[in-house]
């Protein structure tokens, strides 16, 4: 599709990421070539520090979302990144994981403007997190109301990319198990989506599901946000069943399948004492289990930065980037 220069004005057919810059305010604008990126954005477009936005998804309940999302981020931030943890379930499940209660909540950055950097809530070391109440179910309606064309792109208003982007390596969000307004934010705010999936036939159907959304998201948004992984959770080897759907994801997503997360009971006691199971049973099977899912996000992160131009700093090599293949 033809995009008009916000430079030039002349029309051209985008092809790689540096083409395509989104403002602080949600407007994309669009670029023919590096000197007009350069003449509208400034050199230090290319240069900024930007952060990884990674939503935890799954519409099907029960598959360890909360669980993925609290010990990715914990993981992150033990080895000294920075990282924000957004909570975007009214349950509130990522504050009663950590022992927190904010003040205020996603409600007031979403509804009331709030400073998201005001309303983080340093919880560890190098991680903060932005809670979540039953005041985001009134979110969600607040949200119905808004602008068709503008209502699931609030979020990505709110959390101002460039400050969160000075201030995070690393940006998790741990999405509710339903397809509303709230999960739309998160997909259009996120750059990739990691899918936990529980070993079972049900699980299964659930990832279509999922697959299905971010494809509409795309279409109906605008808004490229890629798969980058499957996750299997609540694997027990011993069940023929759990082998079986562990092999049908790995036959599916190849690469893009990480070893499961197998079976422990620690990363279900973990929450009720308010700890990450790297705190709670650091030597356990789930604490390994989840450092090797850590370990895999800072390899893909190395991965990227390695194949970035040293000049462009945002222009990564044309498999990656042209917008053709998304």
């Given at each position: 599709?033809?995009k008009?220069c916000s ?20 407007q994309?604008?669009?670029f023919?070539?590096?000197?007009c ?15 990884r936005?990674v939503?935890?998804?799954n519409q099907k ?8 999302a609290?010990?990715l ?20 499940n ?6 927190v ?20 809530v ?15 179910a009134?979110?969600e ?12 792109r609030?979020?990505?208003k709110r959390?101002n ?9 690393y940006?998790?969000?741990d ?15 996120a ?9 079972d036939?049900?699980?299964l ?6 697959l ?15 798969v980058?992984?499957?996750l299997?959770?609540?694997y ?25 997360i ?18 709670y ?21 190395a991965?990227?930065?390695?194949t ?19």
């Amino acid at each position: 599709m033809e995009k008009t220069c916000s430079a030039c004005g002349q029309a051209f057919r985008p092809a790689f990421v540096f083409q395509i810059a989104v403002t602080s305010d949600g407007q994309k604008n669009h670029f023919c070539s590096l000197e007009c990126r350069k003449s509208g954005l400034g050199d230090e477009s290319f240069r900024a520090k930007r952060a990884r936005r990674v939503a935890i998804l799954n519409q099907k309940g029960g598959t360890g979302k909360t669980t993925t999302a609290v010990n990715l981020a914990a993981g992150l931030a033990e080895r000294e990144h920075e990282v924000l943890l957004i909570d975007t379930d009214a349950q509130g499940n990522v504050g009663v994981s950590l022992g927190v209660n904010g003040e205020k909540s996603l409600y007031h950055v979403l509804v009331e403007n709030a400073d998201p950097i005001d309303e983080s809530v340093p919880v560890r070391k190098h991680l903060d997190v932005i809670t979540s109440d039953s005041t985001l179910a009134a979110a969600e309606i607040w949200l119905a109301r808004q602008n068709t064309d503008q209502r699931s792109r609030i979020l990505l208003k709110r959390l101002n990319l460039l400050q969160i982007s000075r201030r995070y390596d690393y940006v998790i969000i741990d999405c509710g198990p339903s397809l509303n307004l709230l999960n739309q934010n998160a997909l259009s705010y996120a750059d990739e989506v990691i899918i936990p999936v529980t070993c079972d036939y049900l699980a299964l159907v659930g990832v279509k599901q999922v697959l299905r959304t971010i494809k509409d998201v795309e279409r109906h948004l605008g808004h490229a946000v890629r798969v980058s992984a499957v996750l299997p959770t609540f694997y027990d080897g011993r069940t023929r069943l759990a082998r079986e759907v562990l092999e049908t994801l790995q036959g599916h997503f190849k690469t893009k399948c990480l070893e499961p997360i197998r079976h422990n009971t620690r990363l279900a006691e973990a929450p009720s004492h308010r700890k990450t199971i790297f705190e709670y049973a650091p030597t356990s099977h789930g604490a390994a289990d989840y450092n090797r899912v850590v370990d895999w996000v800072l390899a893909t992160s190395a991965q990227t930065e390695t194949t970035l131009h040293p000049d462009l700093g945002a222009r990564a090599t044309e498999s990656q980037t042209d917008l053709r293949t998304l």
